[in-house]
């Protein structure tokens, strides 16, 4: 064989030998991850469907986590509509991961779609309990069993919660409010103190506070005089400055928790009371002057 023709033959080789070479597949997916990693959402959102539109054009199954990712990264550029049509597709097709719940959670409270967020805290509650936001999420059913009134998921959340959220006042507010709506008096005289050792200027337990020795103390003094009414015995006499010696103790406890009440916004709605204390305590003219204030 000749130079001539073995240079053509190897020609040919290299020539067929190319066009038969396998083309370089490109990992779009993880790509678009390290663009996300590295907080280029926008990019990763490009790559992202570069890989979709790869597998359908490869006749090849798409990893459902790919739609999932996809919202992750629409959600983080504040372009909630696409991620969470994104979202819903991941979970059509039976895919779910504790962040992906998360912002889905969130987008239905952005949406006050209050059923579809408990479903999605709920969800999270039962497959990624463990998880690095759990307590956050376990917090936001825990609200929203008051606003939906579940009052027994409430208190099954509540067990569960750690000591730092049942010490907070936001938590501890909410679970005080349940309470109240459930007439649990003394559980609520309870969580009034331990709101107002927090915040002593909390107003729904001042109010509490207030009208719980208010109401004790009226309800003494009626007593009181309607016994000592029916029969003006010496007896009943003594009996009766007895009795009003507890009604001054009580009054005068109310009024610790009125008077800071009196300072705030809209205080004046507890004139009625104030000026009835001192008509109690016989002090006309502090009596004359919340008077002023009733409509």
């Known amino acids: 064989m000749n130079n001539k023709l073995f240079l053509t033959l190897a020609i040919i080789a290299i020539f067929f030998g190319a066009c038969t070479a396998p083309k370089q597949v490109i990992h779009y997916d993880q790509l678009a991850i390290n663009s996300a990693d590295s907080g280029n959402y926008s990019q990763a959102i490009t790559e992202w469907n570069s890989y979709i539109n790869q597998q359908k054009q490869n006749a090849l199954e798409i990893d459902p986590r790919a739609y999932a990712e996809l919202g992750k990264n629409y959600f983080a550029l504040e372009q909630y509509t696409d991620a969470e049509i994104n979202f819903d597709k991941a979970r059509d097709a039976n895919y779910a991961d504790a962040e992906m719940y998360v912002m889905m959670s969130k987008r239905y409270k952005m949406k006050d779609n209050l059923s579809k967020e408990i479903t999605a805290l709920e969800y999270y509650r039962d ?3 463990n998880d690095k936001d759990s307590s956050i999420m376990r917090n936001r059913l825990f609200e929203t069993s008051l606003e939906s009134e579940n009052w027994e998921q409430a208190e099954s ?9 049942k010490k907070n006042e936001k938590y501890l507010l909410i679970y005080f409010k349940m309470n109240k709506k459930l007439d649990h008096i003394e559980k609520c005289d309870d969580i009034a103190l331990q709101l107002l050792s927090i915040n002593n200027k909390n107003t729904e ?11 004790l103390a009226e309800d003494r003094y009626q007593n009181a005089m309607a016994v000592y009414n029916k029969r003006k015995t010496t007896k009943n006499y003594k009996i009766l400055l007895k009795e009003l010696d507890q009604v001054t103790i009580d009054f005068k406890k109310s009024l610790e928790y009125f008077e800071p009440l009196w300072d705030m916004e809209d205080g004046k709605k507890y004139a009625v009371y104030l000026a009835n204390i001192y008509a109690r305590f016989d002090d006309k003219k502090k009596s004359q002057y919340y008077k002023k204030f009733i409509k």
């Open 127 to 129: 497959h990624f309990s």
């Open 205 to 215: 337990a001042l109010d509490w506070m207030a009208k719980k020795y208010y109401k």
């Open 157 to 165: 959340i509540w067990a569960q919660m750690d000591e730092s959220s």
